[in-house]
């Protein structure tokens, strides 16, 4: 049972690149989520997903897009990297959006942004 | 709202060691709240959880945590510290989305 998969593990970029962070589970969840992680910040939510179709921002959205055309797949944007966005991202999952739900985590990737 | 804190950003220990690591939060009612571990270069692994009950939880790995309500505390310990628990460690809240805390990085020496 592969859980939440999330490529590439490691990505430079170059000030204004775009590119896709791709996050897939196999666990039939409702809800996605990614986060930001960066020192002495914690994870900070970007954007999440209660299911295919609907998508809404958390924390800092700013230059980031989000869609869900399926229940598996949840990749996130970056249409003109900059340094700010240098960060270890994270793609989270869960049954349902819920208080009680646990939320499984894959193993991130790391994003430099030159 | 609902937050979580962690006042401490990196903890020490020695290898053996009883260990403590702190989380408050903030919230009027009966919070949920979950103990997160972030093996370097790895995703969060759910550690515990409170809901409701009794207030001292157990989880994996050996560590426990225990609710406090009049001091607004779910503190994680762990009797005797091991090398490979090394790692961050996050607390998390809910509301209408989930809350972690800054996190608390643990080194253990040996």
């Known amino acids: 049972n592969a859980g939440v998969t999330q490529t590439p593990k490691f990505q430079v970029l170059k000030t204004g690149q775009s590119m896709t962070l791709q996050c897939a589970q196999d666990?039939?969840?409702?809800?996605m989520s990614w986060y930001r992680q960066d020192p002495g910040m914690g994870l900070r939510l970007i954007h999440y997903?209660?299911?295919?179709?609907?998508?809404d921002q958390g924390e800092v959205p700013n230059g980031y897009n989000v869609s869900r055309s399926t229940t598996e797949d949840f990749p996130l944007r970056l249409l003109s990297a900059a340094p700010s966005q240098t960060s270890v991202y994270f793609c989270?999952?869960?049954?349902?959006?819920?208080?009680?739900?646990?939320?499984?985590f894959g193993s991130g990737t790391q994003l430099s942004v030159l | 709202a609902q937050s979580v804190t962690q006042p401490d950003i990196h903890i020490t220990v020695s290898e053996g060691a009883s260990l403590e690591l702190r989380c408050n939060y903030s919230?009027?009612?009966?919070?949920?709240l979950f103990w997160y571990v972030q093996s370097p270069g790895q995703g969060l692994q759910l550690l515990l959880k409170?809901?409701?009950?009794?207030?001292l939880v157990q989880g994996i790995k050996g560590f426990e945590a225990e609710f406090k309500r009049s001091q607004s505390s779910f503190n994680l310990r762990k009797p005797s510290v091991h090398w490979s628990d090394a790692a961050e460690y996050f607390c998390?809240?809910?509301?209408?989305?989930?809350?972690f805390g800054t996190g608390t990085s643990l080194t253990v020496i040996p």
């Open positions: 989270a999952s869960s049954r349902r959006r819920g208080e009680k739900e646990k939320l499984f």
């Open positions: 666990m039939n969840h409702e809800y």
């Open positions: 997903s209660v299911g295919a179709g609907i998508t």
């Open positions: 919230y009027g009612a009966t919070p949920y």
């Open positions: 409170y809901f409701s009950g009794d207030t």
């Open positions: 998390r809240t809910t509301g209408n989305q989930f809350y």
